[in-house]
Structure formats: C-alpha cells, structure tokens
C-alpha cells in the first residue's frame, strides 16, 4: 500500500479514504466493516475507521490501491476510537477469517471450489502454450525475442495468479493486464512474418483458444460484479 501521511499521527480515516487505499468501492469498506473485517466505530451516521486495522486488512487480503494515495486526518477534536464509552459510538472488531460472511461469498473468494489457480481454464489453456515452441523460439537463434516471450510469459502468470486471488475491481483488473500480456506475444509473433509462418499452429492456438479464454473470464466476473452491485 503506498499512501502519504500529513504531519501528525493518523489513527481513524473516513471510509473513503480507506476505499482509496484499499482500491474498493467505499461500499465494500463498509461491509467489510460490517463484516468484522476492519475495526470502526460508528458516531451517528458517520464511521470511523481503524487506519492499523486497514493496513493489517490490506496485507491480509492483498487489496491495496494501485497508485499514490493521500489520505486525510479526520478533525482532530473528534477521536472516537479512544472514547469507547460514548454511548452514540458502536465498535466494530475484527472475526476470525472462517467467520467472515462478506468474504465466503461467491465475488470475495476464488473462482471455483478448488483454491488453486489450476482452477482456471486460462491458467491450463496459458500452461499448454506455453509448452509450445514459439514460446521457447527453439531453432531459431533469436534470444532478444526469446528473453522477450520469456518475460510476456512472466507477467501473465503473475497478473493470473494475483487476479486469481484478488477481489472485485481489482481482480478484472490483473485478468485485463494478463489478456494484454498475451496481445502482446501475438503482436511480437506478427510482426515477423518468418516467426507467425514457422510456429502458425502455436499462434493460433493462443489467438483462437487463449485469447478468447480471458476474455470470457473477464466478462463473467464483470458481470457478477454487475450482479452484486445491482443486488446491494
């Protein structure tokens, strides 16, 4: 997480800025409130927000923003948290994870019944292609163009994997950047005539049964995210 802190110590945030720095809707961050995910106190309509409880959520979870983020010191004549006997304040501590009712949901889990990314089929489809020669750029001499599929290669697998165990917003995201790694091959196949004649099978293969893979993941996590939404 990479934030920036005003001088003085911060100790509660507003929900929004913990949605910043989780990279969340800031009705997620109350439900995960809600949940007893991250510990808050509730002062009439307005909540406030555990920053350590944030922090220690986010490397739980690995949901953390993906760029710079200043966050803001709530009005320093109001500190809820240390005034646990207002009578208008509800604290909010964490459960233990198997307790959480947000996070045993279908969107806040990994896809499937296994917990492995082996679950999904852009994972073996990706491990299939990878196996082919195109990839190794057997026989032909090029290590630049082989360094550089090494490398595409790399950041689909990462991006699958932390998509695979990211939630919401984010997860799409990692799917999308790892969709993009695999255009990325096929531009660099493309772009050699010499290379998409040798190995047209191995291209194919990724551009008719990689490819639209991710595609169709993406799309079906998009709409249960529509789903969710529309449902809360």
């Known amino acids: 997480m990479t934030m920036s802190k005003p ?4 100790t509660e945030i507003s929900v929004e ?3 910043k720095l989780l990279g969340v809707s800031t009705r997620m961050v109350t439900k995960y409130i809600e949940a007893r995910r991250i510990k808050a106190i509730k002062v009439k309509s307005k909540w406030f927000v555990d920053l350590a409880s944030v922090e220690a959520f986010s490397q739980a979870t690995g949901l953390r923003a993906q760029d710079h983020v200043i966050i803001k010191p709530i009005d320093p004549q109001i500190n809820p948290l240390k005034d646990k006997a207002s009578e208008s304040s509800e604290i909010v501590n964490p459960k233990k994870k198997d307790e959480d009712p947000v996070l045993n949901e279908n969107l806040e889990k990994p896809e ?3 917990k492995s990314p082996h679950a999904l089929a852009c994972y073996r489809l990706c491990l299939q292609a990878f196996n082919m020669p195109f990839w190794k750029m057997a026989e032909m001499g ?3 163009m082989k360094e550089r599929l090494s490398h595409i290669q790399f950041e689909i697998l990462e991006n699958l994997g932390a998509g695979f165990y ?3 917003d984010i ?5 999308r950047k790892a969709r993009g790694s695999i255009g990325a091959a096929l531009a660099l196949a493309y772009s050699r005539e010499d290379i998409s004649k040798k190995w047209e099978k191995d291209v194919f293969f990724v551009e008719t049964k990689v490819l639209p ?7 079906k996590v998009e709409r249960e995210l529509n789903e969710r939404r529309k449902a809360t």
């Open 17 to 19: 800025d913990a949605a």
């Open 171 to 175: 997860k799409c995201y990692h799917y």
């Open 7 to 10: 001088t003085g110590s911060i």
């Open 142 to 144: 090029e290590p630049q």
């Open 213 to 219: 893979a991710f595609s169709s993941l993406i799309k």
């Open 166 to 168: 990211s939630y919401g």
């Open 112 to 114: 499937g019944k296994n």
